[in-house]
């Protein structure tokens, strides 16, 4: 990692606030909600293997997931189900939960750092990020948190239409899921807008 990883966090606490960072899963996929997290990590705390959740097996991702949320000051999600983001488009959908996470936090006092996204709409100011969760701790820490709580959810919905493969793909635009479209047709949590023809 490069040291501008930390350095966001070390210029917080010198100022003597909080920092937050923010980021969010689930804009690719046919199906689920997109989910944002906000998380706040004390000035003085390393988690070993923070990253990018992209970067990081889905086995790691869980075990991070609990040293973060045990860790840390404060952190809440933001979640937008499917029929929201077919009304709203997929960035509003984003923004909205962006906007969840971060007014969801108990503690009010911070200053917010998110991975690039423009026109939140929140009492803050924030500073938005290009390929911020590769760059900022609290970003990274907060992209595992909103890729595992994605992913917990696309299992709950894998137990309930098993015939889909969820846990597997979870909702992405794989063969197997697409095939399973045709042959089972769409569900609710579907976003008709992502399908293009499949299953018309």
């Not at 004390?42 to 869980?62: C, L, N, V, W």
């Not at 983001?85 to 503690?107: H, T, W």
């Amino acid at each position: 990692m490069t040291e501008y990883f930390y350095d966001r966090e070390r210029q917080a606490a010198a100022e003597g606030k909080y920092l937050a960072g923010a980021d969010e899963a689930g804009r690719g996929p046919l199906a689920g909600p997109v989910v944002a997290a906000a998380v706040i990590l004390p000035a003085d705390s390393f988690i070993e293997g923070i990253d990018d959740s992209k970067k990081i097996s889905e086995k790691k991702r869980e075990r991070l997931y609990e040293e973060i949320t045990k860790t840390a000051v404060d952190w809440a999600v933001g979640i937008v189900d499917a029929d929201v983001i077919e009304k709203i488009n997929i960035l509003n959908a984003a923004r909205l939960a962006f906007q969840k996470a971060v007014m969801a936090l108990k503690v009010k006092d911070f200053v917010l750092v998110t991975d690039y996204i423009s026109g939140l709409e929140l009492p803050m100011e924030y500073t938005p990020i290009v390929k911020g969760d590769a760059k900022v701790y609290s970003i990274a820490a907060a992209s595992i948190v909103a890729k595992v709580t994605r992913d917990r959810i696309m299992r709950e919905y894998d137990r309930k239409y098993p015939e889909y493969g969820f846990a597997r793909h979870k909702g992405y635009g794989t063969k197997a899921h697409r095939e399973a479209i045709l042959q089972y047709g769409i569900l609710d949590i579907h976003r008709p807008s992502f399908l293009g023809k499949i299953g018309k």
